[in-house]
């Protein structure tokens, strides 16, 4: 099983450029979340997916969408990029709920200038 | 808001020694879990401990959980250089099971 896997790696946008950046599972897990991580902040909610269809906000929703239309992939698309979204980001998966822990990718490493 | 504060911020200890982290948290919680983030890395989970659980073990990490004052305590006995990383502990608040909420982190440090 390959888990987790985020596409890119890194990525580099200019201020107003949009993107997708990918998350896919392999573990038929029903949860997905998406997570930004920044110096001295931890890791902060963008948007979860408890099912295919069903979306929700965390806790820094603003200048993110996201969908889920099948099981395996919950995609994130920044809409117009801007300096204050530069940071790691991390998609997660789990089984039924969070009790049995999240599976992380590896993160794409974000810079907008 | 962050849900968790890790504390130390940074923690810097030498192989053979026990390492221990704190975790306080705000608001009523369903359970409590335990990553490691190696540098440049995903998170890794480690433990989950359930609100109506007071200690919890696997391998050499020891988790305690004490609702009443809203607080856990990470304890890696014996470290490792392997150990080192950074260490959050995760918040499942009651009746939202799908989302977790992270503290900011303890950065350990396992010398030789």
Redesign the interface.
Known sequence: NAGVTQTPKFQVLKTGQSMTLQCAQDMNHEYMSWYRQDPGMGLRLIHYSVGAGITDQGEVPNGYNVSRSTTEDFPLRLLSAAPSQTSVYFCASSSGTARRGYTFGSGTRLTVV | ??Q?EEDPQALSIQEGENATMNCSYKTSI??L?W?RQNS??????LI?I?SNEREKHSGRLRVTLDTSKKSSSLLITASRAADTASY?C?T?ATGT?????????TRLQVTL
């Open positions: 808001s962050q968790g369903n359970n879990q990553y440049g890395r995903g998170l890794v989970h989950l359930r959050f995760a499942d099971a799908s989302k977790l909420t992270f503290g900011t982190g």
